[in-house]
């Protein structure tokens, strides 16, 4: 059995862990745990993580609404690699990355001159 289970729903994650048998032949310990969430996000893109967390907040923020997407995790979570990306290759970058590329207007060699001089 997996000790971390993900339902298709895409909403539940089960944490299973084995009983002690050093508690004994009557053993009620717990030994699953279920939690609902408003998205699991396993094995999934990086482009399906910032349309599913951020797209939303960014474009609001575009229309002048105050928005935060912020990481929490233990040490080796992901947080970087969710938040920044990876270096590799373009469909590994993260979140801050693909709101610059999306929305500004790339600069062209006239807007250099002007903007530079
Ligand atoms: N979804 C992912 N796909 C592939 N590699 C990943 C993924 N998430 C994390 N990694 C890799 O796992 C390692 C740890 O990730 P990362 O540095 O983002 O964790 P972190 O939560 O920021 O850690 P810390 O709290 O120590 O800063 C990195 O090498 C990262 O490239």
Not at 99 to 111: F, K, T
Request: net charge negative; aromatic share 8%.
């Amino acid at each position: 059995m997996h000790l971390i289970e993900y339902q298709p729903d895409g909403h539940t994650v089960i944490i299973h862990q084995k009983k002690d048998s050093r508690r004994g032949v009557v053993n009620n310990q717990l030994n699953s745990w279920s939690f609902q969430l408003d998205r699991v996000l396993h094995d999934v893109s990086q482009e399906e993580v910032y349309n599913s967390v951020a797209r939303n907040v960014v474009l609001a923020a575009l229309d002048g609404y105050n928005g935060t997407v912020m990481c929490f995790g233990q040490t080796g979570a992901g947080k970087t690699y969710t938040m920044t990306g990876a270096t590799e290759s373009y469909k590994e970058r993260g979140i801050i990355p693909v709101p610059s590329r999306r929305y500004c207007p790339p600069l062209d060699s006239d807007m250099k001159e002007e903007s530079f001089g």
